[in-house]
Nanobody
Framework: QLQLVESGGGLVQAGGSLRLSCTASGRTSRNYAMAWFRQAPGKERGFVAASSRSGVRINYADSVKGRFTISRDNAKNTVDLQMNSLKPEDTAVYYC??????????????????WGQGTQVTVSS
């Protein structure tokens, strides 16, 4: 069973940066496409970024393009999300997710089988 644990969340001022990290255990992360989703209070969980197993294919939500970068280190079983130029609307709980294949559902919650517990990111104005 693949287990995912996020870290790196916190409070930051608008314009600042944070780096989230997701560590996989139980199985090697190189066998999984990995993604980040986020959920703000009162809103549905939404797609942020995804990476194929090799990291060759990467996709971002339009709202974070040019500001966020997803990267993975399969040797360390980690996938990171570097978040720059943060805005108050980026405030949310951020979740790491994994699925065996990088499918057409890469940006859908239903496409992922494994989830972390989430880490809170709060951006103050």
């Amino acid at each position: 069973q693949l287990q995912l644990v996020e870290s790196g969340g916190g409070l930051v001022q608008a314009g600042g940066s944070l780096r989230l990290s997701c560590t996989a255990s139980g199985r090697t992360s190189r066998n999984y496409a990995m993604a980040w989703f986020r959920q703000a209070p009162g809103k549905e969980r939404g797609f942020v970024a995804a990476s194929s197993r090799s990291g060759v294919r990467i996709n971002y939500a339009d709202s974070v393009k040019g500001r966020f970068t997803i990267s993975r280190d399969n040797a360390k079983n980690t996938v990171d999300l570097q978040m720059n130029s943060l805005k108050p609307e980026d405030t949310a709980v951020y979740y790491c997710a994994a699925q065996p294949n990088y499918s057409s559902d890469y940006d859908a919650v239903k496409g992922y089988d494994y989830w972390g517990q989430g880490t809170q990111v709060t951006v103050s104005s």
